[in-house]
């Protein structure tokens, strides 16, 4: 009976300390890429290729749809995969999906390429946001071109695929379709779906550092590989609207914030903003003027506050905004720069709120000034009350349901009705209403 325990109990310990997500035998791990190639995307496809060393897996299958991304990123998604001691496959999908820019590096990267029906890849001819056309920018991206051009040509060596074709995606950001690419040697199958494609990739033989490796997948057991809460939230942080979003609600947050000081609200949500915005920072390519104009209309708008300027201030600060956010993200090493720009419906969208917002409380501000003051000393002029006593050189009158001593240039009766011409002191000069 105690020995029953004994093997029981051990049982139990090895359940326990067995690696959690081992891959049982004959299983393929599947990771899935849809958007732009970024920091946090690019750390998790290097994670998926280590799980799927460690755990044995026979191969990974990296599902992707990209519009393209950075190029320090997709370096790094490159190096891993030629470094990479099992088998990968990039798949292109789904219908209607594509391997733009950065996504043609990484699929010339994987040991097999395969395409959904109704895919494309190409375009990856680098890209900035900056626009202007003079010669230091012309020679830097010729160097930007030339770099990617020979990194994608040791790619097409590396993996026997059509380097020609590969130069001229780069140089003249030519696409083809899926089908175009498998009679290109650009890819090696057509697939409609994953299940489809391990019955195609069954007895694949593929070298790997130097060794041979038969894949054994049909009937493979998928095995997802999921970005984690944490990556999705970066990521979802990452996007350059969604940055520039709290971007804005910080900007208005500080305004607010210091205009009415003690309103707490607003502060407390600017600077959570602010926090979220500069982590974004970190892994977006962030343009610094575009930064500094921003942070130069809320200096102008806090200024309108404090200063009459007529709104000028305020057009000023609408203006520099504006430029600022179009400005805001660009990289001059990303392939497909495009993607980590602020869309410009966004943009004019939070110029017109915002010019409404201030337009509508310098309208507010300057009808302010403008009222009769209605409290203290200077709001007593021009008030209206009854004498409670005779008054001339003083008296008594009740104004505001307050008694004062008041006098007057001529004598005033008991109970007449009187207004306020004039304070003086805690004395009030008045003179009878007929």
């Known amino acids: ?52 060393e460690d755990e044995k897996f026979q191969a990974l299958i990296l599902q992707i749809d990209t519009p393209g991304g950075l190029l320090e990123s997709t370096r790094q998604i490159t190096k891993k995969f030629l470094a ?79 380097a020609e074709w590969a130069e001229k995606a780069v140089r003249e950001s030519v696409s083809i379709t899926a089908s175009e690419a498998l009679k290109l040697n650009v890819a090696d199958l057509i697939s409609p779906n994953i299940d489809s494609l391990l019955i195609q ?56 914030e210091l205009s009415n000081p003690g309103s707490i609200f607003p502060g407390v949500v600017g600077a959570i903003s602010l926090l979220i915005f500069l982590y974004a920072t970190q892994t977006l390519p962030v343009n610094y003027a575009g930064l500094l104009l921003i942070i130069l209309a809320i200096v102008l708008f806090i200024l309108e506050v404090k200063i009459v300027s007529f709104g000028l201030l305020t057009l000023g600060g609408i203006i520099a905004m504006a430029l600022g956010s179009l400005m805001l993200f660009e990289s001059p090493d990303s392939i497909m720069a495009p993607v980590f720009g602020v869309s410009l419906s966004l943009v004019m969208t939070f110029s017109v709120i915002t010019a409404i917002v201030f337009i509508s409380a310098l309208t507010l501000a300057f009808k302010a000034r403008r009222r009769q003051v209605s409290t203290g000393k200077e709001g007593l002029v021009g008030e209206k ?34 207004i306020v011409t004039a304070v003086e002191g805690l004395k009030i000069k008045i003179k009878e209403v007929s």
């Open 385 to 418: 009350g009854i004498t409670r006593s005779t008054v001339f050189k003083t008296g008594k009158v009740r104004v505001h349901g307050e008694i004062w001593n008041a006098y007057a240039d001529q004598e005033i009766a008991e109970g007449a009705d009187i």
């Open 1 to 52: 009976m105690l020995n029953r325990i004994k093997h029981f109990a051990l049982l139990i310990i090895c359940v326990f300390n067995s690696p959690a997500g081992e891959a049982v035998e004959n299983s393929v791990l599947v990771a899935t890429i849809d958007g732009a190639i970024n920091p946090v995307s690019a750390e998790y496809i290097i994670r998926a290729v280590d799980h799927a």
């Open 201 to 256: 990739i069954d007895a694949k033989k593929i070298k790997i550092k130097e060794q041979e490796v038969t894949l054994n997948t049909q009937g493979a057991e998928l095995v997802y590989y999921e970005m984690t809460w944490r990556d999705r939230i970066l990521d979802m942080v990452t996007n350059p609207n969604i940055a520039y979003f709290f971007l804005m609600i910080a900007m208005w947050g500080i305004f607010f």
């Open 84 to 162: 990479a001691k099992i088998p990968i496959i990039v798949y292109v999908s789904p219908s209607g999906g594509r391997a733009a820019s950065a996504g043609v590096f990484i699929s010339y990267a994987a040991h097999l390429v395969a395409m959904a029906p109704s895919t494309n890849i190409g375009a990856a001819h680098p890209v900035t946001l900056q626009g202007g056309a003079d010669s230091s920018q012309t020679a830097m991206m010729e160097k930007i071109t030339n770099d990617a051009v020979a990194q994608i040509k040791g790619l097409a060596d590396k993996r026997g695929r059509n």
